[in-house]
């Protein structure tokens, strides 16, 4: 059972429920049934999947997170903070280690916590509409992740040893200000879509992603169109493989 309708929060959980497996709601703090909400949140035995819209500059924000904390079951949580002036991602977030899911939107952060590495179980990770510029090397860390999703940032660089993620099945890097791409994305051997669209990569960069698809031929690459075959025929494989 879930407590949520498509691109709609609830702005009140019923208190009376049970066995909602997912829940999604806007929390204000100025709101009345604020702390109602967060108590039926926590007294939800079976919740799965949470979604939060913080809608103004709450106080409590890292206080909600920390309590999230105590819900065993949460496997998938969902942040936007939209209507929030927060410029740093809260690291309390990353002690719910038993999430597999994450995804963190419209926040003014320019970087990702280190503490990211705690999260072992994650599966997708999704960072939307920040400054975020770079990634700490303790992603490395998440030897379970499949999605990386990080469309709309200010990405500049990728970990160089990205290549020890194996279980990644799909790199999402739209509209960033990406350099180049590491040579170890050629160890990713479970790669099935790797979307570098709208970035700032050189020619010769953008050439051997080419490359990396003819020994992939199954890869779906989503890029900006290149420059001249001429100029592509140029370059060897041992550039980037």
């Given at each position: 059972?879930?407590?949520?309708?498509?691109?709609?929060?609830?702005?009140?959980?019923?208190?009376?429920?049970?066995?909602?497996?997912?829940?999604?709601?806007?929390?204000?703090?100025?709101?009345?049934?604020?702390?109602?909400?967060?108590?039926?949140?926590?007294?939800?035995?079976?919740?799965?999947?949470?979604?939060?819209?913080?809608?103004?500059?709450?106080?409590?924000?890292?206080?909600?997170?920390?309590?999230?904390?105590?819900?065993?079951?949460?496997?998938?949580?969902?942040?936007?903070?939209?209507?929030?002036?927060?410029?740093?991602?809260?690291?309390?977030?990353?002690?719910?280690?038993?999430?597999?899911?994450?995804?963190?939107?419209?926040?003014?952060?320019?970087?990702?916590?280190?503490?990211?590495?705690?999260?072992?179980?994650?599966?997708?990770?999704?960072?939307?509409?920040?400054?975020?510029?770079?990634?700490?090397?303790?992603?490395?860390?998440?030897?379970?992740l499949r999605v990386l999703d990080l469309e709309v940032n200010a990405i500049t660089l990728l970990p160089s040893s990205i290549?020890?993620?194996?279980?990644?099945?799909?790199?999402?890097?739209?509209?960033?200000?990406?350099?180049?791409?590491?040579?170890?994305?050629?160890?990713?051997?479970?790669?099935?879509?790797?979307?570098?669209?709208?970035?700032?990569?050189?020619?010769?960069?953008?050439?051997?992603?080419?490359?990396?698809?003819?020994?992939?031929?199954?890869?779906?690459?989503?890029?900006?169109?290149?420059?001249?075959?001429?100029?592509?025929?140029?370059?060897?494989?041992?550039?980037?493989?």
């Amino acid at each position: 059972m879930n407590y949520f309708e498509e691109d709609h929060y609830f702005k009140e959980i019923d208190p009376h429920i049970e066995f909602v497996e997912e829940i999604c709601v806007e929390l204000k703090y100025t709101d009345e049934q604020f702390y109602r909400n967060i108590n039926t949140i926590l007294r939800t035995p079976n919740v799965t999947s949470i979604s939060i819209r913080f809608s103004d500059d709450e106080p409590l924000q890292e206080d909600v997170l920390a309590l999230l904390s105590h819900v065993k079951t949460l496997e998938k949580l969902e942040l936007s903070f939209e209507n929030s002036d927060i410029t740093t991602i809260p690291e309390v977030i990353f002690e719910i280690t038993s999430l597999k899911i994450l995804s963190i939107s419209h926040i003014e952060a320019n970087e990702l916590p280190s503490a990211i590495g705690k999260l072992k179980n994650l599966e997708e990770l999704t960072l939307n509409g920040t400054s975020i510029s770079t990634l700490p090397d303790s992603i490395l860390k998440l030897t379970k992740l499949r999605v990386l999703d990080l469309e709309v940032n200010a990405i500049t660089l990728l970990p160089s040893s990205i290549g020890k993620l194996k279980e990644l099945r799909n790199i999402n890097l739209f509209l960033n200000a990406l350099k180049e791409i590491p040579k170890s994305i050629c160890d990713l051997e479970n790669l099935e879509e790797l979307h570098i669209d709208n970035n700032d990569i050189a020619l010769v960069t953008s050439v051997n992603v080419t490359i990396l698809k003819a020994k992939k031929p199954h890869l779906k690459l989503m890029m900006t169109e290149l420059d001249s075959q001429e100029y592509k025929e140029q370059v060897r494989f041992e550039e980037i493989c």
